[in-house]
């Protein structure tokens, strides 16, 4: 059985790309220029902190814009690195001073993303980025290749590279959260798209998830449910039912991951046993990512130089080109809450 779409007054409550304090009630953001907003938004919550270190990560992006795939690398990591302590200063996590990341190849090595090894560390930047997404901030290592893998942005561009890896994404539509009629019983429901219904694919779903059928439609849902309102409440209820719908929205984003567009996209992520990167959140693999190409511009611009005239070569060209928008969009509703659209999409 399908559920009903749950509303905050009359606003329906979508899936927000925000993971810890979603504001569903308010209304999203259109705007071209998330940058330019959350500038904006800093100076009126005077968070003079914050925005120095945002407003350094917008100069080191543009830069980005105007130089080569072989150095960019370096002026985008600083900009992530900038914006992530922006957003660690707003929501008062402790971060230290050290970047919290770092990488490797054996000398020997081949020189393949495969052999391309980012160690997150136990404390700094990054294992405070993990944190706050109440991830793993423990020591672990990854290779490139696998953090590729799981950024549905460069997903296409990954597959095209290794033909014969799995395909790890599974679109959806209609993604929200719903309700029992005349129950205060709510869930997380949203379609597949059609062609992503076959049974080969819906077997690898996440284990907190489950797949059914209604009136000819797939959809995917979680069988946990949170308490939502019924009738008429008082504002402490609303408060708490808010709250619960977050703490939901925090464990649901996990694996339920956005490409920022003119239109965004919303996929499901797989259960692939080969896959240890199954719950880090986007930003803080892309952060890690990009430090590796930023250590590879600065210490070994020949083996970045050998990457970027091998197979993977529009693989990273994709990444680098576009990392910036995906990281700053999603950085911006962390940062404020608020939901970041295109001109022209409306809600």
């Not at 993990?130 to 290779?143: I, L, P, Q, R, V």
């Not at 694919?201 to 449910?225: K, M, N, Q, W």
């Not at 970027?308 to 693989?315: E, M, S, T």
Request: hydrophobic content about 40%; glycine content about 4%.
């Amino acid at each position: 059985m399908k559920g009903q779409p749950i509303k905050i007054s009359t606003k329906r409550v979508w899936m927000h790309k925000a993971i810890n304090n979603p504001d569903f009630a308010a209304e999203s953001v259109l705007s071209n220029d998330p940058w330019l907003f959350v500038e904006l938004w800093l100076k009126r919550n005077k968070k003079e902190d914050a925005l120095a270190f945002w407003l350094q990560a917008r100069r080191f992006s543009e830069s980005a814009r105007m130089m080569s795939v072989e150095s960019a690398p370096l002026t985008l990591y600083y900009a992530f690195l900038n914006a992530t302590k922006a957003l660690l200063l707003v929501h008062s996590q402790a971060h230290g001073s050290r970047h919290g990341v770092s990488g490797a190849r054996v000398e020997s090595a081949k020189t393949t993303l495969a052999n391309e090894i980012v160690e997150f560390k136990s404390g700094g930047i990054l294992p405070a980025l993990c944190s706050y997404f109440g991830e793993s901030a423990t020591s672990d290592k990854y290779d490139l290749k696998s953090l590729l893998w799981n950024l549905p942005y460069v997903h296409r561009a990954f597959r095209h590279t290794f033909t014969s890896e799995a395909e790890l994404f599974i679109p959806l539509e209609n993604v929200c959260y719903v309700s029992k009629e005349n129950t205060s019983e709510a869930w997380f429901q949203a379609q597949v798209v059609p062609r992503y219904t076959d049974g080969r694919i819906l077997r690898h779903l996440p284990a907190s998830f489950e797949a059914f059928e209604d009136g000819g439609i797939t959809y995917v849902r979680r069988p946990r449910r949170f308490r939502w309102l019924r009738g008429t409440s008082t504002a402490a209820e609303k408060g708490q039912a808010l709250a619960r719908l977050c703490s939901y929205h925090a464990t649901t984003r996990r694996v339920v991951v956005p490409i920022t567009g003119n239109r965004d996209l919303w996929y499901l992520k797989k259960a692939m046993k080969k896959n240890r990167l199954t719950e880090r959140h986007g930003l803080t693999i892309i952060f890690a990512a990009m430090h590796r190409l930023s250590e590879l511009a600065r210490y070994d611009p020949k083996g970045l130089e050998q990457h970027l005239c091998g197979k993977a070569n529009w693989l990273l060209s994709e990444f680098v080109e576009h990392s910036s928008d995906q990281f700053i969009d999603q950085m911006a509703s962390e940062i404020t809450g608020f939901q970041f659209w295109r001109p022209r999409i409306r809600s």
